[in-house]
């Protein structure tokens, strides 16, 4: 991910900006393709096989390609709509629905920013185990210390205010494209069709079960990757133009999916279904390593590295920025808005890294894997997704935003097909992930209330009591599972 820090002293820039800071079309297209492109991509090989024969993957790739691309459609028209709206997925569900929903999105982008980030210090870690073992699978005590480490001076150089996202941009990108473009090419020089064929269906594996199981345990996997489609909607308010918000949204979903689906389907073709799934992640470095020899694995593993590095920096910013934007507009409580003397977001970065810190000490104990945080990353962001779909739906069939006689059809249907999408992702996800989604939203009503308070307003209508009620109940039953053993933290 490569985002723009919205402080006044650090600004990511690129040929296409503007000497004002203003990001260009060029570089609005890097924030999404950045933003979707970073550690999830390495893992995909296994990640998909591991509960999908080919058949399946091929169905899931279609469900989330039409979901995605709903999801694009939806920034590209609010992005005309509400040009007004610059904090993007929040902002969106707080305009259409009300504080409380718009309150509970900006805790769950939070929550889907700074637990992925523990997934990213897993994965990191993980990758270097190839050249130092005792990394293991990146939740090893070795790597708890190494990746806390690497947090700490992220922390340090965002709060130093070091001018870096340009470069890291640079570096990532290139780093990022190249050696996966490269594994497609010989991946598919490769490729058998006969092993691609082999259990097609996955009928002789019983453990995958059926065509409809195995769809929707590819769903956590491929929405995992498209997070970020939103990125240049997040940061629109820096924009030369308001129209090129959206159209670096669509290049930038089509780009990543081109390369998801081929670099998923194409390992198929050089391994089979039961082979990809007992792969260690970063999974494309088993896969590279088949055709070409330990090369492979060497260069996979040096790419993601860098890959990851960048990413953890860049959402790291976006982590913290997102509770420092709502603690400005009185969305999350004012201390949230605090700066330190270079505007870096320092109370929001100090509460965000905190958590993270404690999640990768609960990571080793619990000895949790880079799967089980994306899933859970992958859940907690479904509520800013759901309500921007549903705010799109919702204009359209208004009109608000629209000129007279101006055509809502395109709009009203990737409004509807987006929080379709949405819907069928929560049933996807699965009790467990739901449950823990739950505990971790349960809390942040605490934060709602205080916020409120400060701008001597009601905390809750009806309407929000009631869902507030049932968030802390599904909150405490999920506590009490956890408690008796029925599922695991993480």
């Known amino acids: 991910m490569t985002i723009a820090n919205a402080t006044d002293t650090t600004t990511a820039t690129s040929s296409s900006s503007s000497g004002s800071g203003k990001l260009g079309l060029f570089a609005l297209t890097a924030v999404v393709v950045g933003s979707m492109i970073g550690s999830g991509v390495f893992s995909l090989p296994q990640n998909m096989a591991a509960g999908a024969a080919p058949l399946a993957i091929i169905i899931g790739w279609l469900i989330s390609g039409v979901g995605i691309l709903a999801l694009a459609f939806v920034y590209l028209s609010l992005s005309r709509r509400k040009p007004a709206l610059d904090a993007g997925p929040y902002a969106y569900a707080k305009a259409g629905f009300g504080p409380f929903i718009g309150f509970n999105s900006a805790w769950g982008y939070w929550l889907s920013a700074w637990i992925g980030n523990v997934s990213y210090a897993v994965v990191m870690f993980s990758a270097l185990s190839y050249f130092f073992p005792p990394f293991g699978e990146g939740n090893t005590w070795q790597a708890i210390v190494g990746a806390s480490a690497v947090l700490w001076l992220v922390h340090a150089l965002i709060l130093s205010g070091v001018q870096t996202a340009a470069l890291v941009n640079l570096i990532t990108t290139i780093a990022k494209i190249a050696p996966l473009v490269l594994f497609v090419v010989l991946a598919v020089v490769a490729f058998k069709v006969d092993v691609f064929t082999l259990d097609f269906t996955g009928a002789s594996n019983l453990e995958l079960g059926s065509i409809l199981n195995q769809v929707r345990s590819t769903m956590l996997v491929t929405l995992w990757v498209f997070i970020g489609v939103e990125g240049a909607s997040v940061v629109s308010g820096r924009a030369e133009r308001r129209s090129d918000v959206g159209f670096a949204t669509m290049v930038g979903f089509f780009v990543a999916l081109v390369l998801y689906a081929l670099i998923s389907l194409v390992s198929l073709g050089v391994m089979t279904q039961p082979e990809l799934a007992a792969l260690k992640n970063p999974s494309m470095a088993g896969v590279l390593e088949y055709i070409v020899g330990p090369w492979g694995a060497i260069l996979v593993n040096v790419t993601l590295v860098v890959s990851v590095l960048g990413a953890f920096l860049s959402w790291n910013l976006l982590a913290a920025e997102v509770p420092h934007v709502a603690g400005r ?66 204009l359209a069939i208004t009109g608000e935003g629209y000129r007279t006689g101006e055509s809502r059809t395109r709009d009203l249907i990737a409004g509807l097909v987006a929080t379709a999408y949405g819907v069928w992702l929560v049933y996807a996800a699965g009790p467990t992930y739901l449950f823990m989604a739950a505990m971790l939203y349960a809390p942040g009503i605490i934060f709602y209330v205080i916020a409120r308070r400060e701008n001597g307003q009601k905390s809750f209508n009806g309407l929000e009591a009631v869902l507030a009620v049932g968030l802390v109940l599904a909150g405490l039953a999920a506590a009490y599972l956890i408690w008796n053993g029925s599922i695991s933290p993480l």
């Open 329 to 394: 507009d009185g969305t999350m409580p004012r201390f949230l808005a605090g700066e330190n003397k270079r505007g870096a977001p320092a109370t929001s970065l100090w509460v965000t890294n905190g958590l993270v810190q404690v999640f990768l000490i609960v990571a080793l104990f619990a000895n949790s894997t880079y799967t089980a945080l994306f899933y859970i990353a992958s859940t907690a962001i479904l509520v800013p997704y759901v309500f921007s779909g549903a705010y799109a739906a919702k």
